[in-house]
């Protein structure tokens, strides 16, 4: 896979583009919140999501700025290389670079785009960033508890379940449980390859591109 950067971009910060063989993860940008808020008004999947509510467009914007102005976030959009359709979005979130720990997420909303491997994709592009880039040991997602797909999906891929909050969403007039899972590198590693080291990946670098 490949990371391309933007023009004088250091280790530790956020990259312009992870690029992998069917998918690329682009920072999001103010032309993709029209995508945002239509996505947002799918209430079956802002369910499945932990998400409370559709993005009024004041919403958004609010969004964009925090995501640029949020150093413990990069936040991407899931592009389909081949048709340059935006699917979904990805990112890392609550980075903690003195624990070497990060959130991640991925939703693909485009229904039917479910079931090609994209959604796997992008989070392999992820993993070997955060892993091979960004030095991390562990990686977290929180999963609500009655989305089957979802647990199948990060298990799959070789997250483990460490517990649950117990009732800790509430939707649809009634409680559920939320469920906490995480991969570490070398599990990672062990399980899906990836760069050793993102130093690896820099020779094949273009910069200044989006």
């Known amino acids: 896979m490949q990371f391309t950067m933007g023009s004088g971009e250091k280790r530790g910060t956020k990259p312009t583009t992870l690029v992998g063989q069917r998918v690329s993860l682009r920072p999001l940008a103010r032309g993709d919140l029209v995508y945002l808020r239509k996505w947002l008004e799918d209430a079956e999947i ?27 976030r990069a936040w991407f959009m899931v592009v389909v290389r081949e048709s340059n359709r935006v699917i979904g979005e990805a990112g890392l979130l609550r980075m903690d670079h003195a624990w070497h720990t990060t959130d991640i997420s991925v939703i693909i909303w485009e229904r039917d785009e479910w079931g090609k491997g994209y959604g796997t994709e992008a989070i392999l592009l992820l993993l070997d960033y955060a892993f091979g880039h960004l030095k991390f040991h562990r990686a977290a997602i929180g999963v609500v508890g009655f989305n089957e797909r979802a647990l199948r999906f990060w298990a799959d891929l070789g997250f483990k379940r460490e517990g649950a909050q117990r009732d800790g969403y509430y939707y649809d007039g009634k409680y559920h449980d939320f469920i906490l899972m995480s991969i570490l590198e070398d599990e990672f590693r062990e399980l899906h390859g990836g760069s050793s080291s993102y130093e690896s990946n820099q020779s094949r670098r273009t910069e200044g591109r989006r």
């Open 46 to 72: 802002r369910g499945l999501i932990g998400e409370t509510s559709p993005m009024s467009k004041a919403d958004s914007e609010k969004f964009l700025e925090k995501v640029r102005a949020d150093t413990q």
